[in-house]
């Protein structure tokens, strides 16, 4: 099929906003935008399930829906108002957001019974950084700023022209890494990102990045925040501080934590420190009102926090156990959960504690 037909005929599945808007001005006819960042957050196996909770963990956000300013949903992928029309084309950056989501689509497209051979993965490699690119950019362990996007439109229409259906057993491998990454017991599929898995060079920096949100154990058996709390707790002092001027600190350590918000988005920070001050009775982080109401538009502005003595104590001496930190939701589990203890060793692998 000529490509301008494909254009035109596929369903095509776009992983962020600039490309299902590219899409549309290249003449795609169906165009589904799947552009939830599940990185951070829960999933689930079930459809229906991964929905509500995704739906209730956006609603502790302040300010984030589920649809954008002209009301269309962020993730259409199952909306019931989508008509799946073989062949399917999903095009996909390296951006880890847009890996994961990929495996999710897979999967989804199994479900409805649509034969891999009908869909088309179209898997664009990074552009070439500009010349303004910052080193800190270009350092990054991991990013999620690629984007289709990213390419002129005559590299699109040349590879939706050169399109091909992925092989069986890459396209399971791709539904499996999904099915896995939902898994309430997160070791197997942790296990295959560091064994790697051929064709997906994303797993490793995937999991350095989830990495950082579990809890630690040290050799000598004691228990350490995760590297995310660290790095927010060592930004934090017994001032009272926005989230944006911890954001913007001249530091080492905030440009980790950029490493880190580069992924998550940067209204995960106030969520989180949200999060810190309102659990326990004796908090480890304090939060006041900011410089701008909340629910005014400015949610790195609308609260102050500041560190508490047992913010530091936590910070510098360890937990003495995983519940003294607010629970964190992470692809199937839960980091910080008692029913779910995973701590992240030395080494860089996960244990049950």
């Known amino acids: 099929m000529a490509k301008s037909n494909l254009l035109r005929a596929a369903t095509h599945v776009a992983f962020d906003t600039p490309t299902t808007e590219r899409l549309v001005q290249l003449g795609a006819m169906s165009v589904v935008r799947a552009s939830d960042c599940l990185i951070i957050g829960p999933s689930r196996r079930d459809p229906n399930e991964h ?13 984030p829906s589920d649809v954008d300013d002209s009301g269309e949903k962020w993730d259409r992928l199952t909306s019931s108002d989508v008509s799946w029309k073989p062949p399917v084309v999903l095009w996909v950056s390296s951006s880890l957001h847009e890996r994961v ?6 999967s989804w497209l199994r479900h409805l019974g649509i034969a891999h051979h009908d869909v088309l993965v179209l898997d664009l490699e990074p552009a070439p ?3 303004a690119a910052s080193q800190e950019v270009l350092a990054r362990p991991f990013t999620c700023s690629e984007s289709v996007s990213d390419h002129p439109d005559e590299i699109l229409l040349a590879r939706l022209d ?3 259906p992925w092989s069986a057993e890459r396209y399971d ?3 499996r890494l999904w099915d896995g990454y939902v898994d309430e017991d997160p070791l197997p599929f942790v296990e295959r990102c560091i064994a790697g898995v051929e064709g997906f060079v994303e797993l490793a920096p995937l999991w350095t990045l989830l990495s950082r949100f579990f809890p630690r154990k040290t050799a000598q058996g004691g228990l350490r925040l995760s590297r995310l709390d660290e790095i927010v707790f060592t930004l934090l002092s017994s001032e009272w501080q926005t989230a944006l001027a911890l954001a913007v600190h001249e530091s080492e350590t905030r440009m980790h934590l950029w490493h880190l918000l580069s992924c998550t988005g940067d209204l995960f920070l106030p969520q989180r420190l949200e999060r810190w001050a309102d659990h326990d009775s004796s908090a480890a982080v304090e939060r006041a009102p900011g410089p701008k109401p909340r629910n005014s538009g400015y949610p790195l502005l609308s609260e102050v926090y500041r560190l508490t003595e047992r913010g530091t104590r936590l910070r510098d001496e360890g ?6 930190a607010p629970g964190l939701p992470v692809a199937g589990t839960e980091a910080y959960s008692a029913s779910a203890p995973w701590v992240l ?8 504690l």
């Open 51 to 63: 929905t509500r909770a995704r739906e209730v963990w956006r609603s502790s956000f302040e300010g």
């Open 162 to 164: 050169e399109a091909q």
């Open 101 to 106: 989501n990929l495996w999710r689509a897979c």
């Open 129 to 131: 950084p500009s010349s």
């Open 173 to 175: 491998h791709a539904v």
């Open 345 to 352: 060793l030395d080494e860089g692998r996960l244990a049950r």
């Open 319 to 324: 937990l003495d156990q995983l519940t003294d």
